[in-house]
């Protein structure tokens, strides 16, 4: 195992927390407001997908996530690009702001899944990162196939997905913590 990649990791586990609670936070805020118009979430949706790029570009530069950095800057910029787009075009219908997230979704789970299979023998519990993946795959596909099912259920979905995101990513990193604890930096 690489301990010095583990205890980059662990010393930067707090941007990875960070990424994980705004996740949550935006999936409690979209579940507790589920007649949202769809102006409004498409500016929650482009404001997440911003700062969720900018976290992640952030990690690639300081090394804070379990991906390699080039992995997690192609993330990074993915979601920015995302948030952009959705932010210069408000006005995009339903059907197309679905398939554009999810679509978003599936390239981001698909990079995740390579990071975390790309560490394997680097890493430990890098299961909660394939986790991670499949759970963007799989709700990337669900919204691309079923985009007619009405707003609130988008929301639903959306709401979903952050939070179970937002939980594995905070788990992570409570993990990362706690091996920064009791692994300390040789001196």
Same mark, same amino acid.
């Not at 010095?4 to 979209?30: C, E, K, M, P, T």
């Not at 118009?37 to 952030?58: P, Q, R």
């Not at 554009?100 to 990071?115: K, P, S």
């Given at each position: 195992?690489?301990?010095s990649l583990l205890h980059l990791l662990s010393r930067n586990w707090g941007w990875l927390f960070l990424r994980g609670i705004l996740s949550l936070i935006f999936g409690v805020l979209a579940?507790?407001?589920?007649? *949202? ?13 911003? &700062? ?6 952030? @990690?690639? $530069?300081?090394? @804070?996530?379990?991906?390699? %950095?080039? #992995? ?6 993915? +979601? ?5 787009? &959705?932010?210069? #075009? ?15 979704? &599936?390239? =981001?789970?698909?990079?995740? $899944? ?5 560490? %394997? ?8 990162? $394939?986790? +991670?993946? *499949? ?8 919204? $691309? ?10 929301? #639903? ?17 409570? %993990?990362? =913590? ?10």
């Amino acid at each position: 195992m690489n301990t010095s990649l583990l205890h980059l990791l662990s010393r930067n586990w707090g941007w990875l927390f960070l990424r994980g609670i705004l996740s949550l936070i935006f999936g409690v805020l979209a579940f507790t407001w589920p007649l *949202l118009t769809l102006n409004v979430l498409v500016l929650l949706y482009g404001a997440y997908a911003l &700062v969720d790029g900018v976290f992640a570009l952030v @990690g690639a $530069i300081t090394g @804070g996530s379990t991906q390699p %950095r080039w #992995w997690l800057a192609l993330i990074g910029m993915v +979601s920015l690009a995302a948030g952009v787009a &959705v932010l210069l #075009w408000p006005g995009l219908t339903a059907l197309a702001l679905l398939v554009f997230i999810g679509a978003t979704a &599936v390239v =981001r789970g698909l990079f995740e $899944i390579t990071g975390a299979l790309a560490l %394997r023998k680097e890493i430990t519990n890098e299961w909660l990162l $394939i986790l +991670s993946g *499949l759970a963007s795959i799989a709700f990337g596909i669900l919204v $691309i196939l079923f985009p007619g099912g009405g707003a609130i259920a988008m929301v #639903w979905m959306i709401a979903a997905y952050s939070v179970v995101l937002g939980i594995i990513f905070s788990v992570f990193a409570l %993990r990362l =913590r706690k091996h920064g604890h009791s692994h300390p930096l040789p001196a």
